[in-house]
């Protein structure tokens, strides 16, 4: 089951949960939030290694992590 993290309209919240991608399924809320501080953040951890789909609805876009835990496996 995917983890929900909400933002609350708050960049840090996003930036400081996505390492947990690391380790369980996880959805941000509201991922554009970063924008004020880092436009490039998602973008980034993408060239990292960070496998995300974006899920826009109507309210904000979320970013849905995945397969990333499967991909630090030997």
């Excluded at 995300?52 to 970013?63: I, P, S």
């Amino acid at each position: 089951t995917d983890v929900a993290i909400s933002t609350y309209n708050d960049h840090r919240m996003a930036m400081s949960f996505a390492p947990l991608a690391t380790k369980v399924s996880l959805i941000i809320n509201d991922a554009g939030v970063v924008s004020k501080s880092y436009p490039d953040f998602w973008t980034d951890l993408g060239r990292l290694g960070f496998v995300f789909k974006e899920l826009v609805n109507a309210c904000d876009t979320d970013l849905k992590f995945h397969n990333f835990v499967d991909k630090l496996k030997p």
